[in-house]
């Protein structure tokens, strides 16, 4: 039998209707492994390496994927193909051990023909799209291991600051500091109503001889 491996049980679900008997599906319930939840998980010093390690509430799920993945003919990674679903497949692949018949397969719906097709063309785990989900990660943690803290001492306990809400509060701040430092200038512009016959009509001071018309004088 082959085992194909997704995050969400539901799609485990559904892909077991179509597939047949040849196939056993199982889910990962999202990610398996993740930096420790008690420390920074990152040597800084050493490249920004992330200290990946499986996820504590998940070595039941892993133990049976293991299991699975050594009685099966092939084992198919069928995770989201995105960042995240890209990252969780390789650290499957991981911890199955199993390289040899391992292969990576995406789909963008879940049909028959989708299914179908994508089980005809695996490839590679695409490892830009593992380190893509691995700088994010490191970047979460960063910001939120060192700033976290801050914002429990300056505001409420319990808060956490992200990447996302990081740059956020950046733009404002810089924004505002623009704000700040605006000088107003004040100047006039001067409109005048003409008229040629029967026809009236508004013109604009534009120039004063080669120069631009800013009249600062009322």
């Not at 679900?13 to 939840?37: C, M, N, Q, W």
């Not at 799920?61 to 390789?90: F, N």
């Not at 692949?93 to 879940?110: A, C, M, P, Q, W």
Request: hydrophobic fraction near 40%; proline fraction near 4%; charged fraction near 35%.
């Amino acid at each position: 039998m082959n085992l194909i491996i997704v995050e969400s049980p539901t799609k485990a679900r559904t892909l077991s209707k179509f597939l047949g008997s040849d196939y056993s599906v199982e889910a990962t319930l999202g990610h398996i492994k993740d930096l420790p939840k008690s420390k920074l998980g990152i040597e800084v010093e050493k490249n920004f390496k992330p200290n990946y390690a499986p996820i504590p509430a998940k070595e039941e799920v892993i133990k049976s994927l293991k299991l699975k993945a050594k009685s099966a003919k092939l084992v198919l990674l069928a995770t989201d193909p995105d960042r995240e679903g890209e990252a969780i497949s390789y650290h499957v692949k991981e911890v199955l051990d199993t390289d040899g018949k391992v292969k990576r397969i995406t789909f963008h719906e879940i049909t028959k023909e989708a299914v179908e097709e994508a089980i005809a063309n695996p490839r590679a785990i695409d490892k830009n799209l593992v380190d893509a989900q691995i700088g994010r990660r490191v970047l979460d943690r960063l910001v939120g291991y060192k700033l976290s803290p801050l914002l429990w001492r300056k505001i409420r306990r319990g808060l956490s600051a992200g990447r996302v809400q990081t740059v956020t509060v950046r733009l404002i701040v810089e924004r505002e500091r623009e704000i700040e430092k605006f000088k107003s200038d004040e100047y006039w512009e001067i409109y005048c109503q003409v008229s040629s016959g029967s026809k009236s009509f508004v013109v604009k001071l534009i120039k004063i001889g080669d120069k631009n018309a800013e009249v600062k004088d009322k």
